[in-house]
């Protein structure tokens, strides 16, 4: 068990290219971190540099109280999965698992235990003497995950290890993956770009843009609460409504006299509300127009204009929605305010 | 569209195709003119050397075999009487092998050193080892030469292989093939605690081995059949590989003695049949090693 902590760690690429700018933050002890963003943020190159593939440029790195910074990736006590599962085709499931235990001078017998144990947790022992092209996506990532259990490392990281399965499998193997480290105890770091894959796996989540971290907090915290208009746009599906909107007479007017919710302060603001926080009611004081019904099963998507700018309604299925002009209301304390120069949370 | 499908189903007897009967005349006059050659020395290495000499090659098979092959595989030629077509067999041997091997293994070395090491130049370094390949052993035959004597390397197992093993092609196609190993497998390796050899020898060289039947088959009947070079660099006759060898015993052809017909082509059958052994041997993993690339 681990805990991480990164002091202004910096990456800069040979190229000048800085693809981490200083960032810090600690990781407790058992935690499940998921750092999230949209390609080329970073988050993989952060991921690499804890895991000792790619060189610190700057700052500080430390695992339990050591720093790590220049030692091997084997000896930092971690784990790794990887996307593609970076198994070893011409190695038996077995050998796969058992490779890193091998490597470190560990008996025979003692290997075969420890893998035997890891290949029931993840129920592969019936493949154990399997190839790895004879298995299917799910059993191959399960492959990965038992060659890092077996390990019994401080800390697991996972590098978007969910993006080459389907759906159906993605979602199931969340729940396993989730399951099994709240079982182990293992501190671990999980890349992904998949806002739901940060949502339902985190507890706590780290938003990266441009190599900088636009916030940390536990999903609730980062849906509810975002930092910033990028990491309102970015966690949540539909993404968080923007809408231009002005703060006058204690209210949050739009369209110059509508006023939507009570609000201090004066200006422009760029206003945030998310799609389930709108109420559809015939005496309701917003105009909206309605251009598109999306039919999900479970929910509707109304998509319209709000004020002749777009914004998205999300209404459950007992709702009856028809293209057209309606009237919402904002659920209160579900606003929130951003600066339009900078994106940041008022 | 219609009338096309049409003829085709409408015409349930086979015409004979003329282009057909001429593609199939051309592959058996080629195959003839392949085959003949060797059904020749198959025959000669049956009858004695009397038979031939006076009826040339002939449709029967004689009895001679045994007595030929015996002749062939332990009676000495030259002036020693130390080369027998056994110890030319072998020496052949050791070189298609040593030569093969070493090709290899050279090759490998260098193609992990210039795929995975950060070397400063690598790609100039990889570049001058291919333009190499422009400068094949005859033309670079007396330094060589020049070289091998006076390390001291004449008639010596060594001086046969050694220089020879440098090889620009089996560097280049490992090259090509490690740069395809995905790059995770190395990353993987290092969490697993795998240092650089442990690397190389646990996960990338059973990679390779299709890779490495594909390079042993070339590389060995290359070696197999190396002519100048042990013509150069070996003197004793107890170090004369088969290819060498043959050429010796039918060189009496010019004196007054009636040839050894029987025992030449026996070597010669020899020389044939352990290159086509490997050939067959390996074919599978040949064509797998050249086309495929199972990661």
């Not at chain 1, 193997?173 to 796996?201: C, F, N, P």
Request: glycine content about 8%; overall charge negative; charged content about 20%.
């Amino acid at each position: 068990m681990a805990q991480v902590s990164l002091n202004n760690i910096r990456k800069i690429y040979a190229n000048g290219y800085e693809a981490v700018t200083p960032t810090s933050f600690d990781i407790a002890d058992g935690e499940f971190v998921v750092l999230v963003g949209p390609s080329g943020c970073g988050k993989s190159t952060l991921l690499r540099m804890v895991a000792g593939l790619e060189d610190i440029t700057e700052g500080v790195l430390s695992i339990n109280d050591r720093q790590v910074n220049h030692v091997d990736p084997a000896d930092r006590d971690i784990a790794m999965v990887f996307q593609n599962y970076a198994l070893y085709p011409h190695m038996t499931v077995r050998k796969n698992i058992g490779y890193g235990l091998k490597n470190r001078k560990i008996p025979a017998d003692m290997i075969e235990s420890k893998v035997q144990e890891a290949a029931k947790m993840l129920n592969l022992t019936d493949y154990l003497d399997r190839k790895p092209s004879q298995l299917s996506g799910g059993q191959r990532q399960r492959v990965a995950m038992g060659r890092a259990v077996v390990r019994d490392p401080a800390l697991f990281l996972f590098d978007e290890p969910l993006s080459n399965l389907d759906a159906k499998l993605r979602h199931q193997m969340r729940i396993e993956i989730k399951a099994l480290q709240r079982r182990l105890g293992v501190t671990s770091i999980y890349v992904t770009h998949d806002q739901v894959e940060a949502m339902t796996m985190a507890d706590r989540i780290i938003v990266l843009n441009e190599g900088r971290i636009e916030q940390i907090g536990t999903p609730a915290e980062i849906y509810h609460a975002p930092a910033s208009t990028f990491v309102a746009s970015f966690m949540g599906a539909p993404p968080m409504n923007l809408i231009d909107a002005r703060l006058a007479d204690g209210q949050i007017m739009i369209n110059g006299n509508t006023a939507l919710a009570p609000a201090q302060g004066t200006g422009a603001i760029t206003l945030g509300i998310r799609p389930e926080d709108v109420e559809i009611h015939d005496d309701a004081p917003i105009h909206f127009h309605v251009d598109i019904v999306e039919e999900l099963g479970a929910h509707r998507l109304l998509h319209g204009q709000l004020a002749d700018q777009d914004f998205t309604i999300h209404v459950g299925k007992d709702v009856a929605a028809t293209p057209g002009a309606t009237r919402i209301a904002i659920k209160p304390d579900c606003c929130c305010l951003f600066d339009p120069e900078t994106g940041k949370a008022l | 569209m219609t009338n096309l499908s049409n003829t085709t189903i409408a015409a349930p007897t086979r015409r004979i195709r003329w282009s057909r009967l001429l593609d199939h005349a051309v592959l058996i006059a080629g195959s003839l003119f392949l085959l003949i050659p060797l059904l020749i020395v198959l025959q000669t290495t049956t009858t004695t050397d009397v038979e031939t000499m006076k009826n040339g090659p002939q449709l029967v098979i004689g009895s001679q075999f045994d007595d030929n092959l015996k002749d062939a595989m332990v009676k000495a030629s030259g002036f020693s009487g130390e080369n027998t077509g056994m110890s030319m067999l072998i020496n052949s041997m050791i070189l298609g092998l040593g030569f093969a091997l070493g090709k290899i293994i050279i090759g490998m070395m260098a193609a992990y050193a210039l795929v995975y090491f950060r070397l400063r130049f690598a790609t100039l370094a990889f570049w001058l080892i291919f333009t190499t390949l422009l400068l094949p052993l005859e033309v670079r035959i007396l330094p060589s030469y020049e070289i091998a004597q006076k390390l001291g390397l004449l008639n010596t197992y060594t001086g046969l292989i050694v220089p020879l093993i440098a090889s620009a092609t089996a560097t280049f196609f490992f090259r090509q093939f490690f740069r395809s190993v995905p790059e995770e497998l190395v990353e993987a390796a290092r969490i697993d605690g795998a240092g650089p050899v442990k690397f190389f020898i646990d996960i990338l060289a059973p990679l390779s081995q299709t890779m490495i039947a594909a390079m042993f088959i070339i590389m060995f009947v290359y070696g197999w059949n190396q002519y100048l070079w042990p013509t150069m660099i070996t003197t004793d006759e107890d170090m004369y590989t088969l290819v060498r060898g043959i050429k010796q015993i039918t060189q009496d052809l010019e004196g007054t003695n009636i040839p050894e017909y029987g025992r030449a082509n026996m070597l010669a059958l020899i020389a044939i049949l352990p290159p086509v052994a490997v050939v067959i041997f390996f074919q599978s993993w040949f064509v797998k090693g050249l086309t495929e690339s199972d990661k």
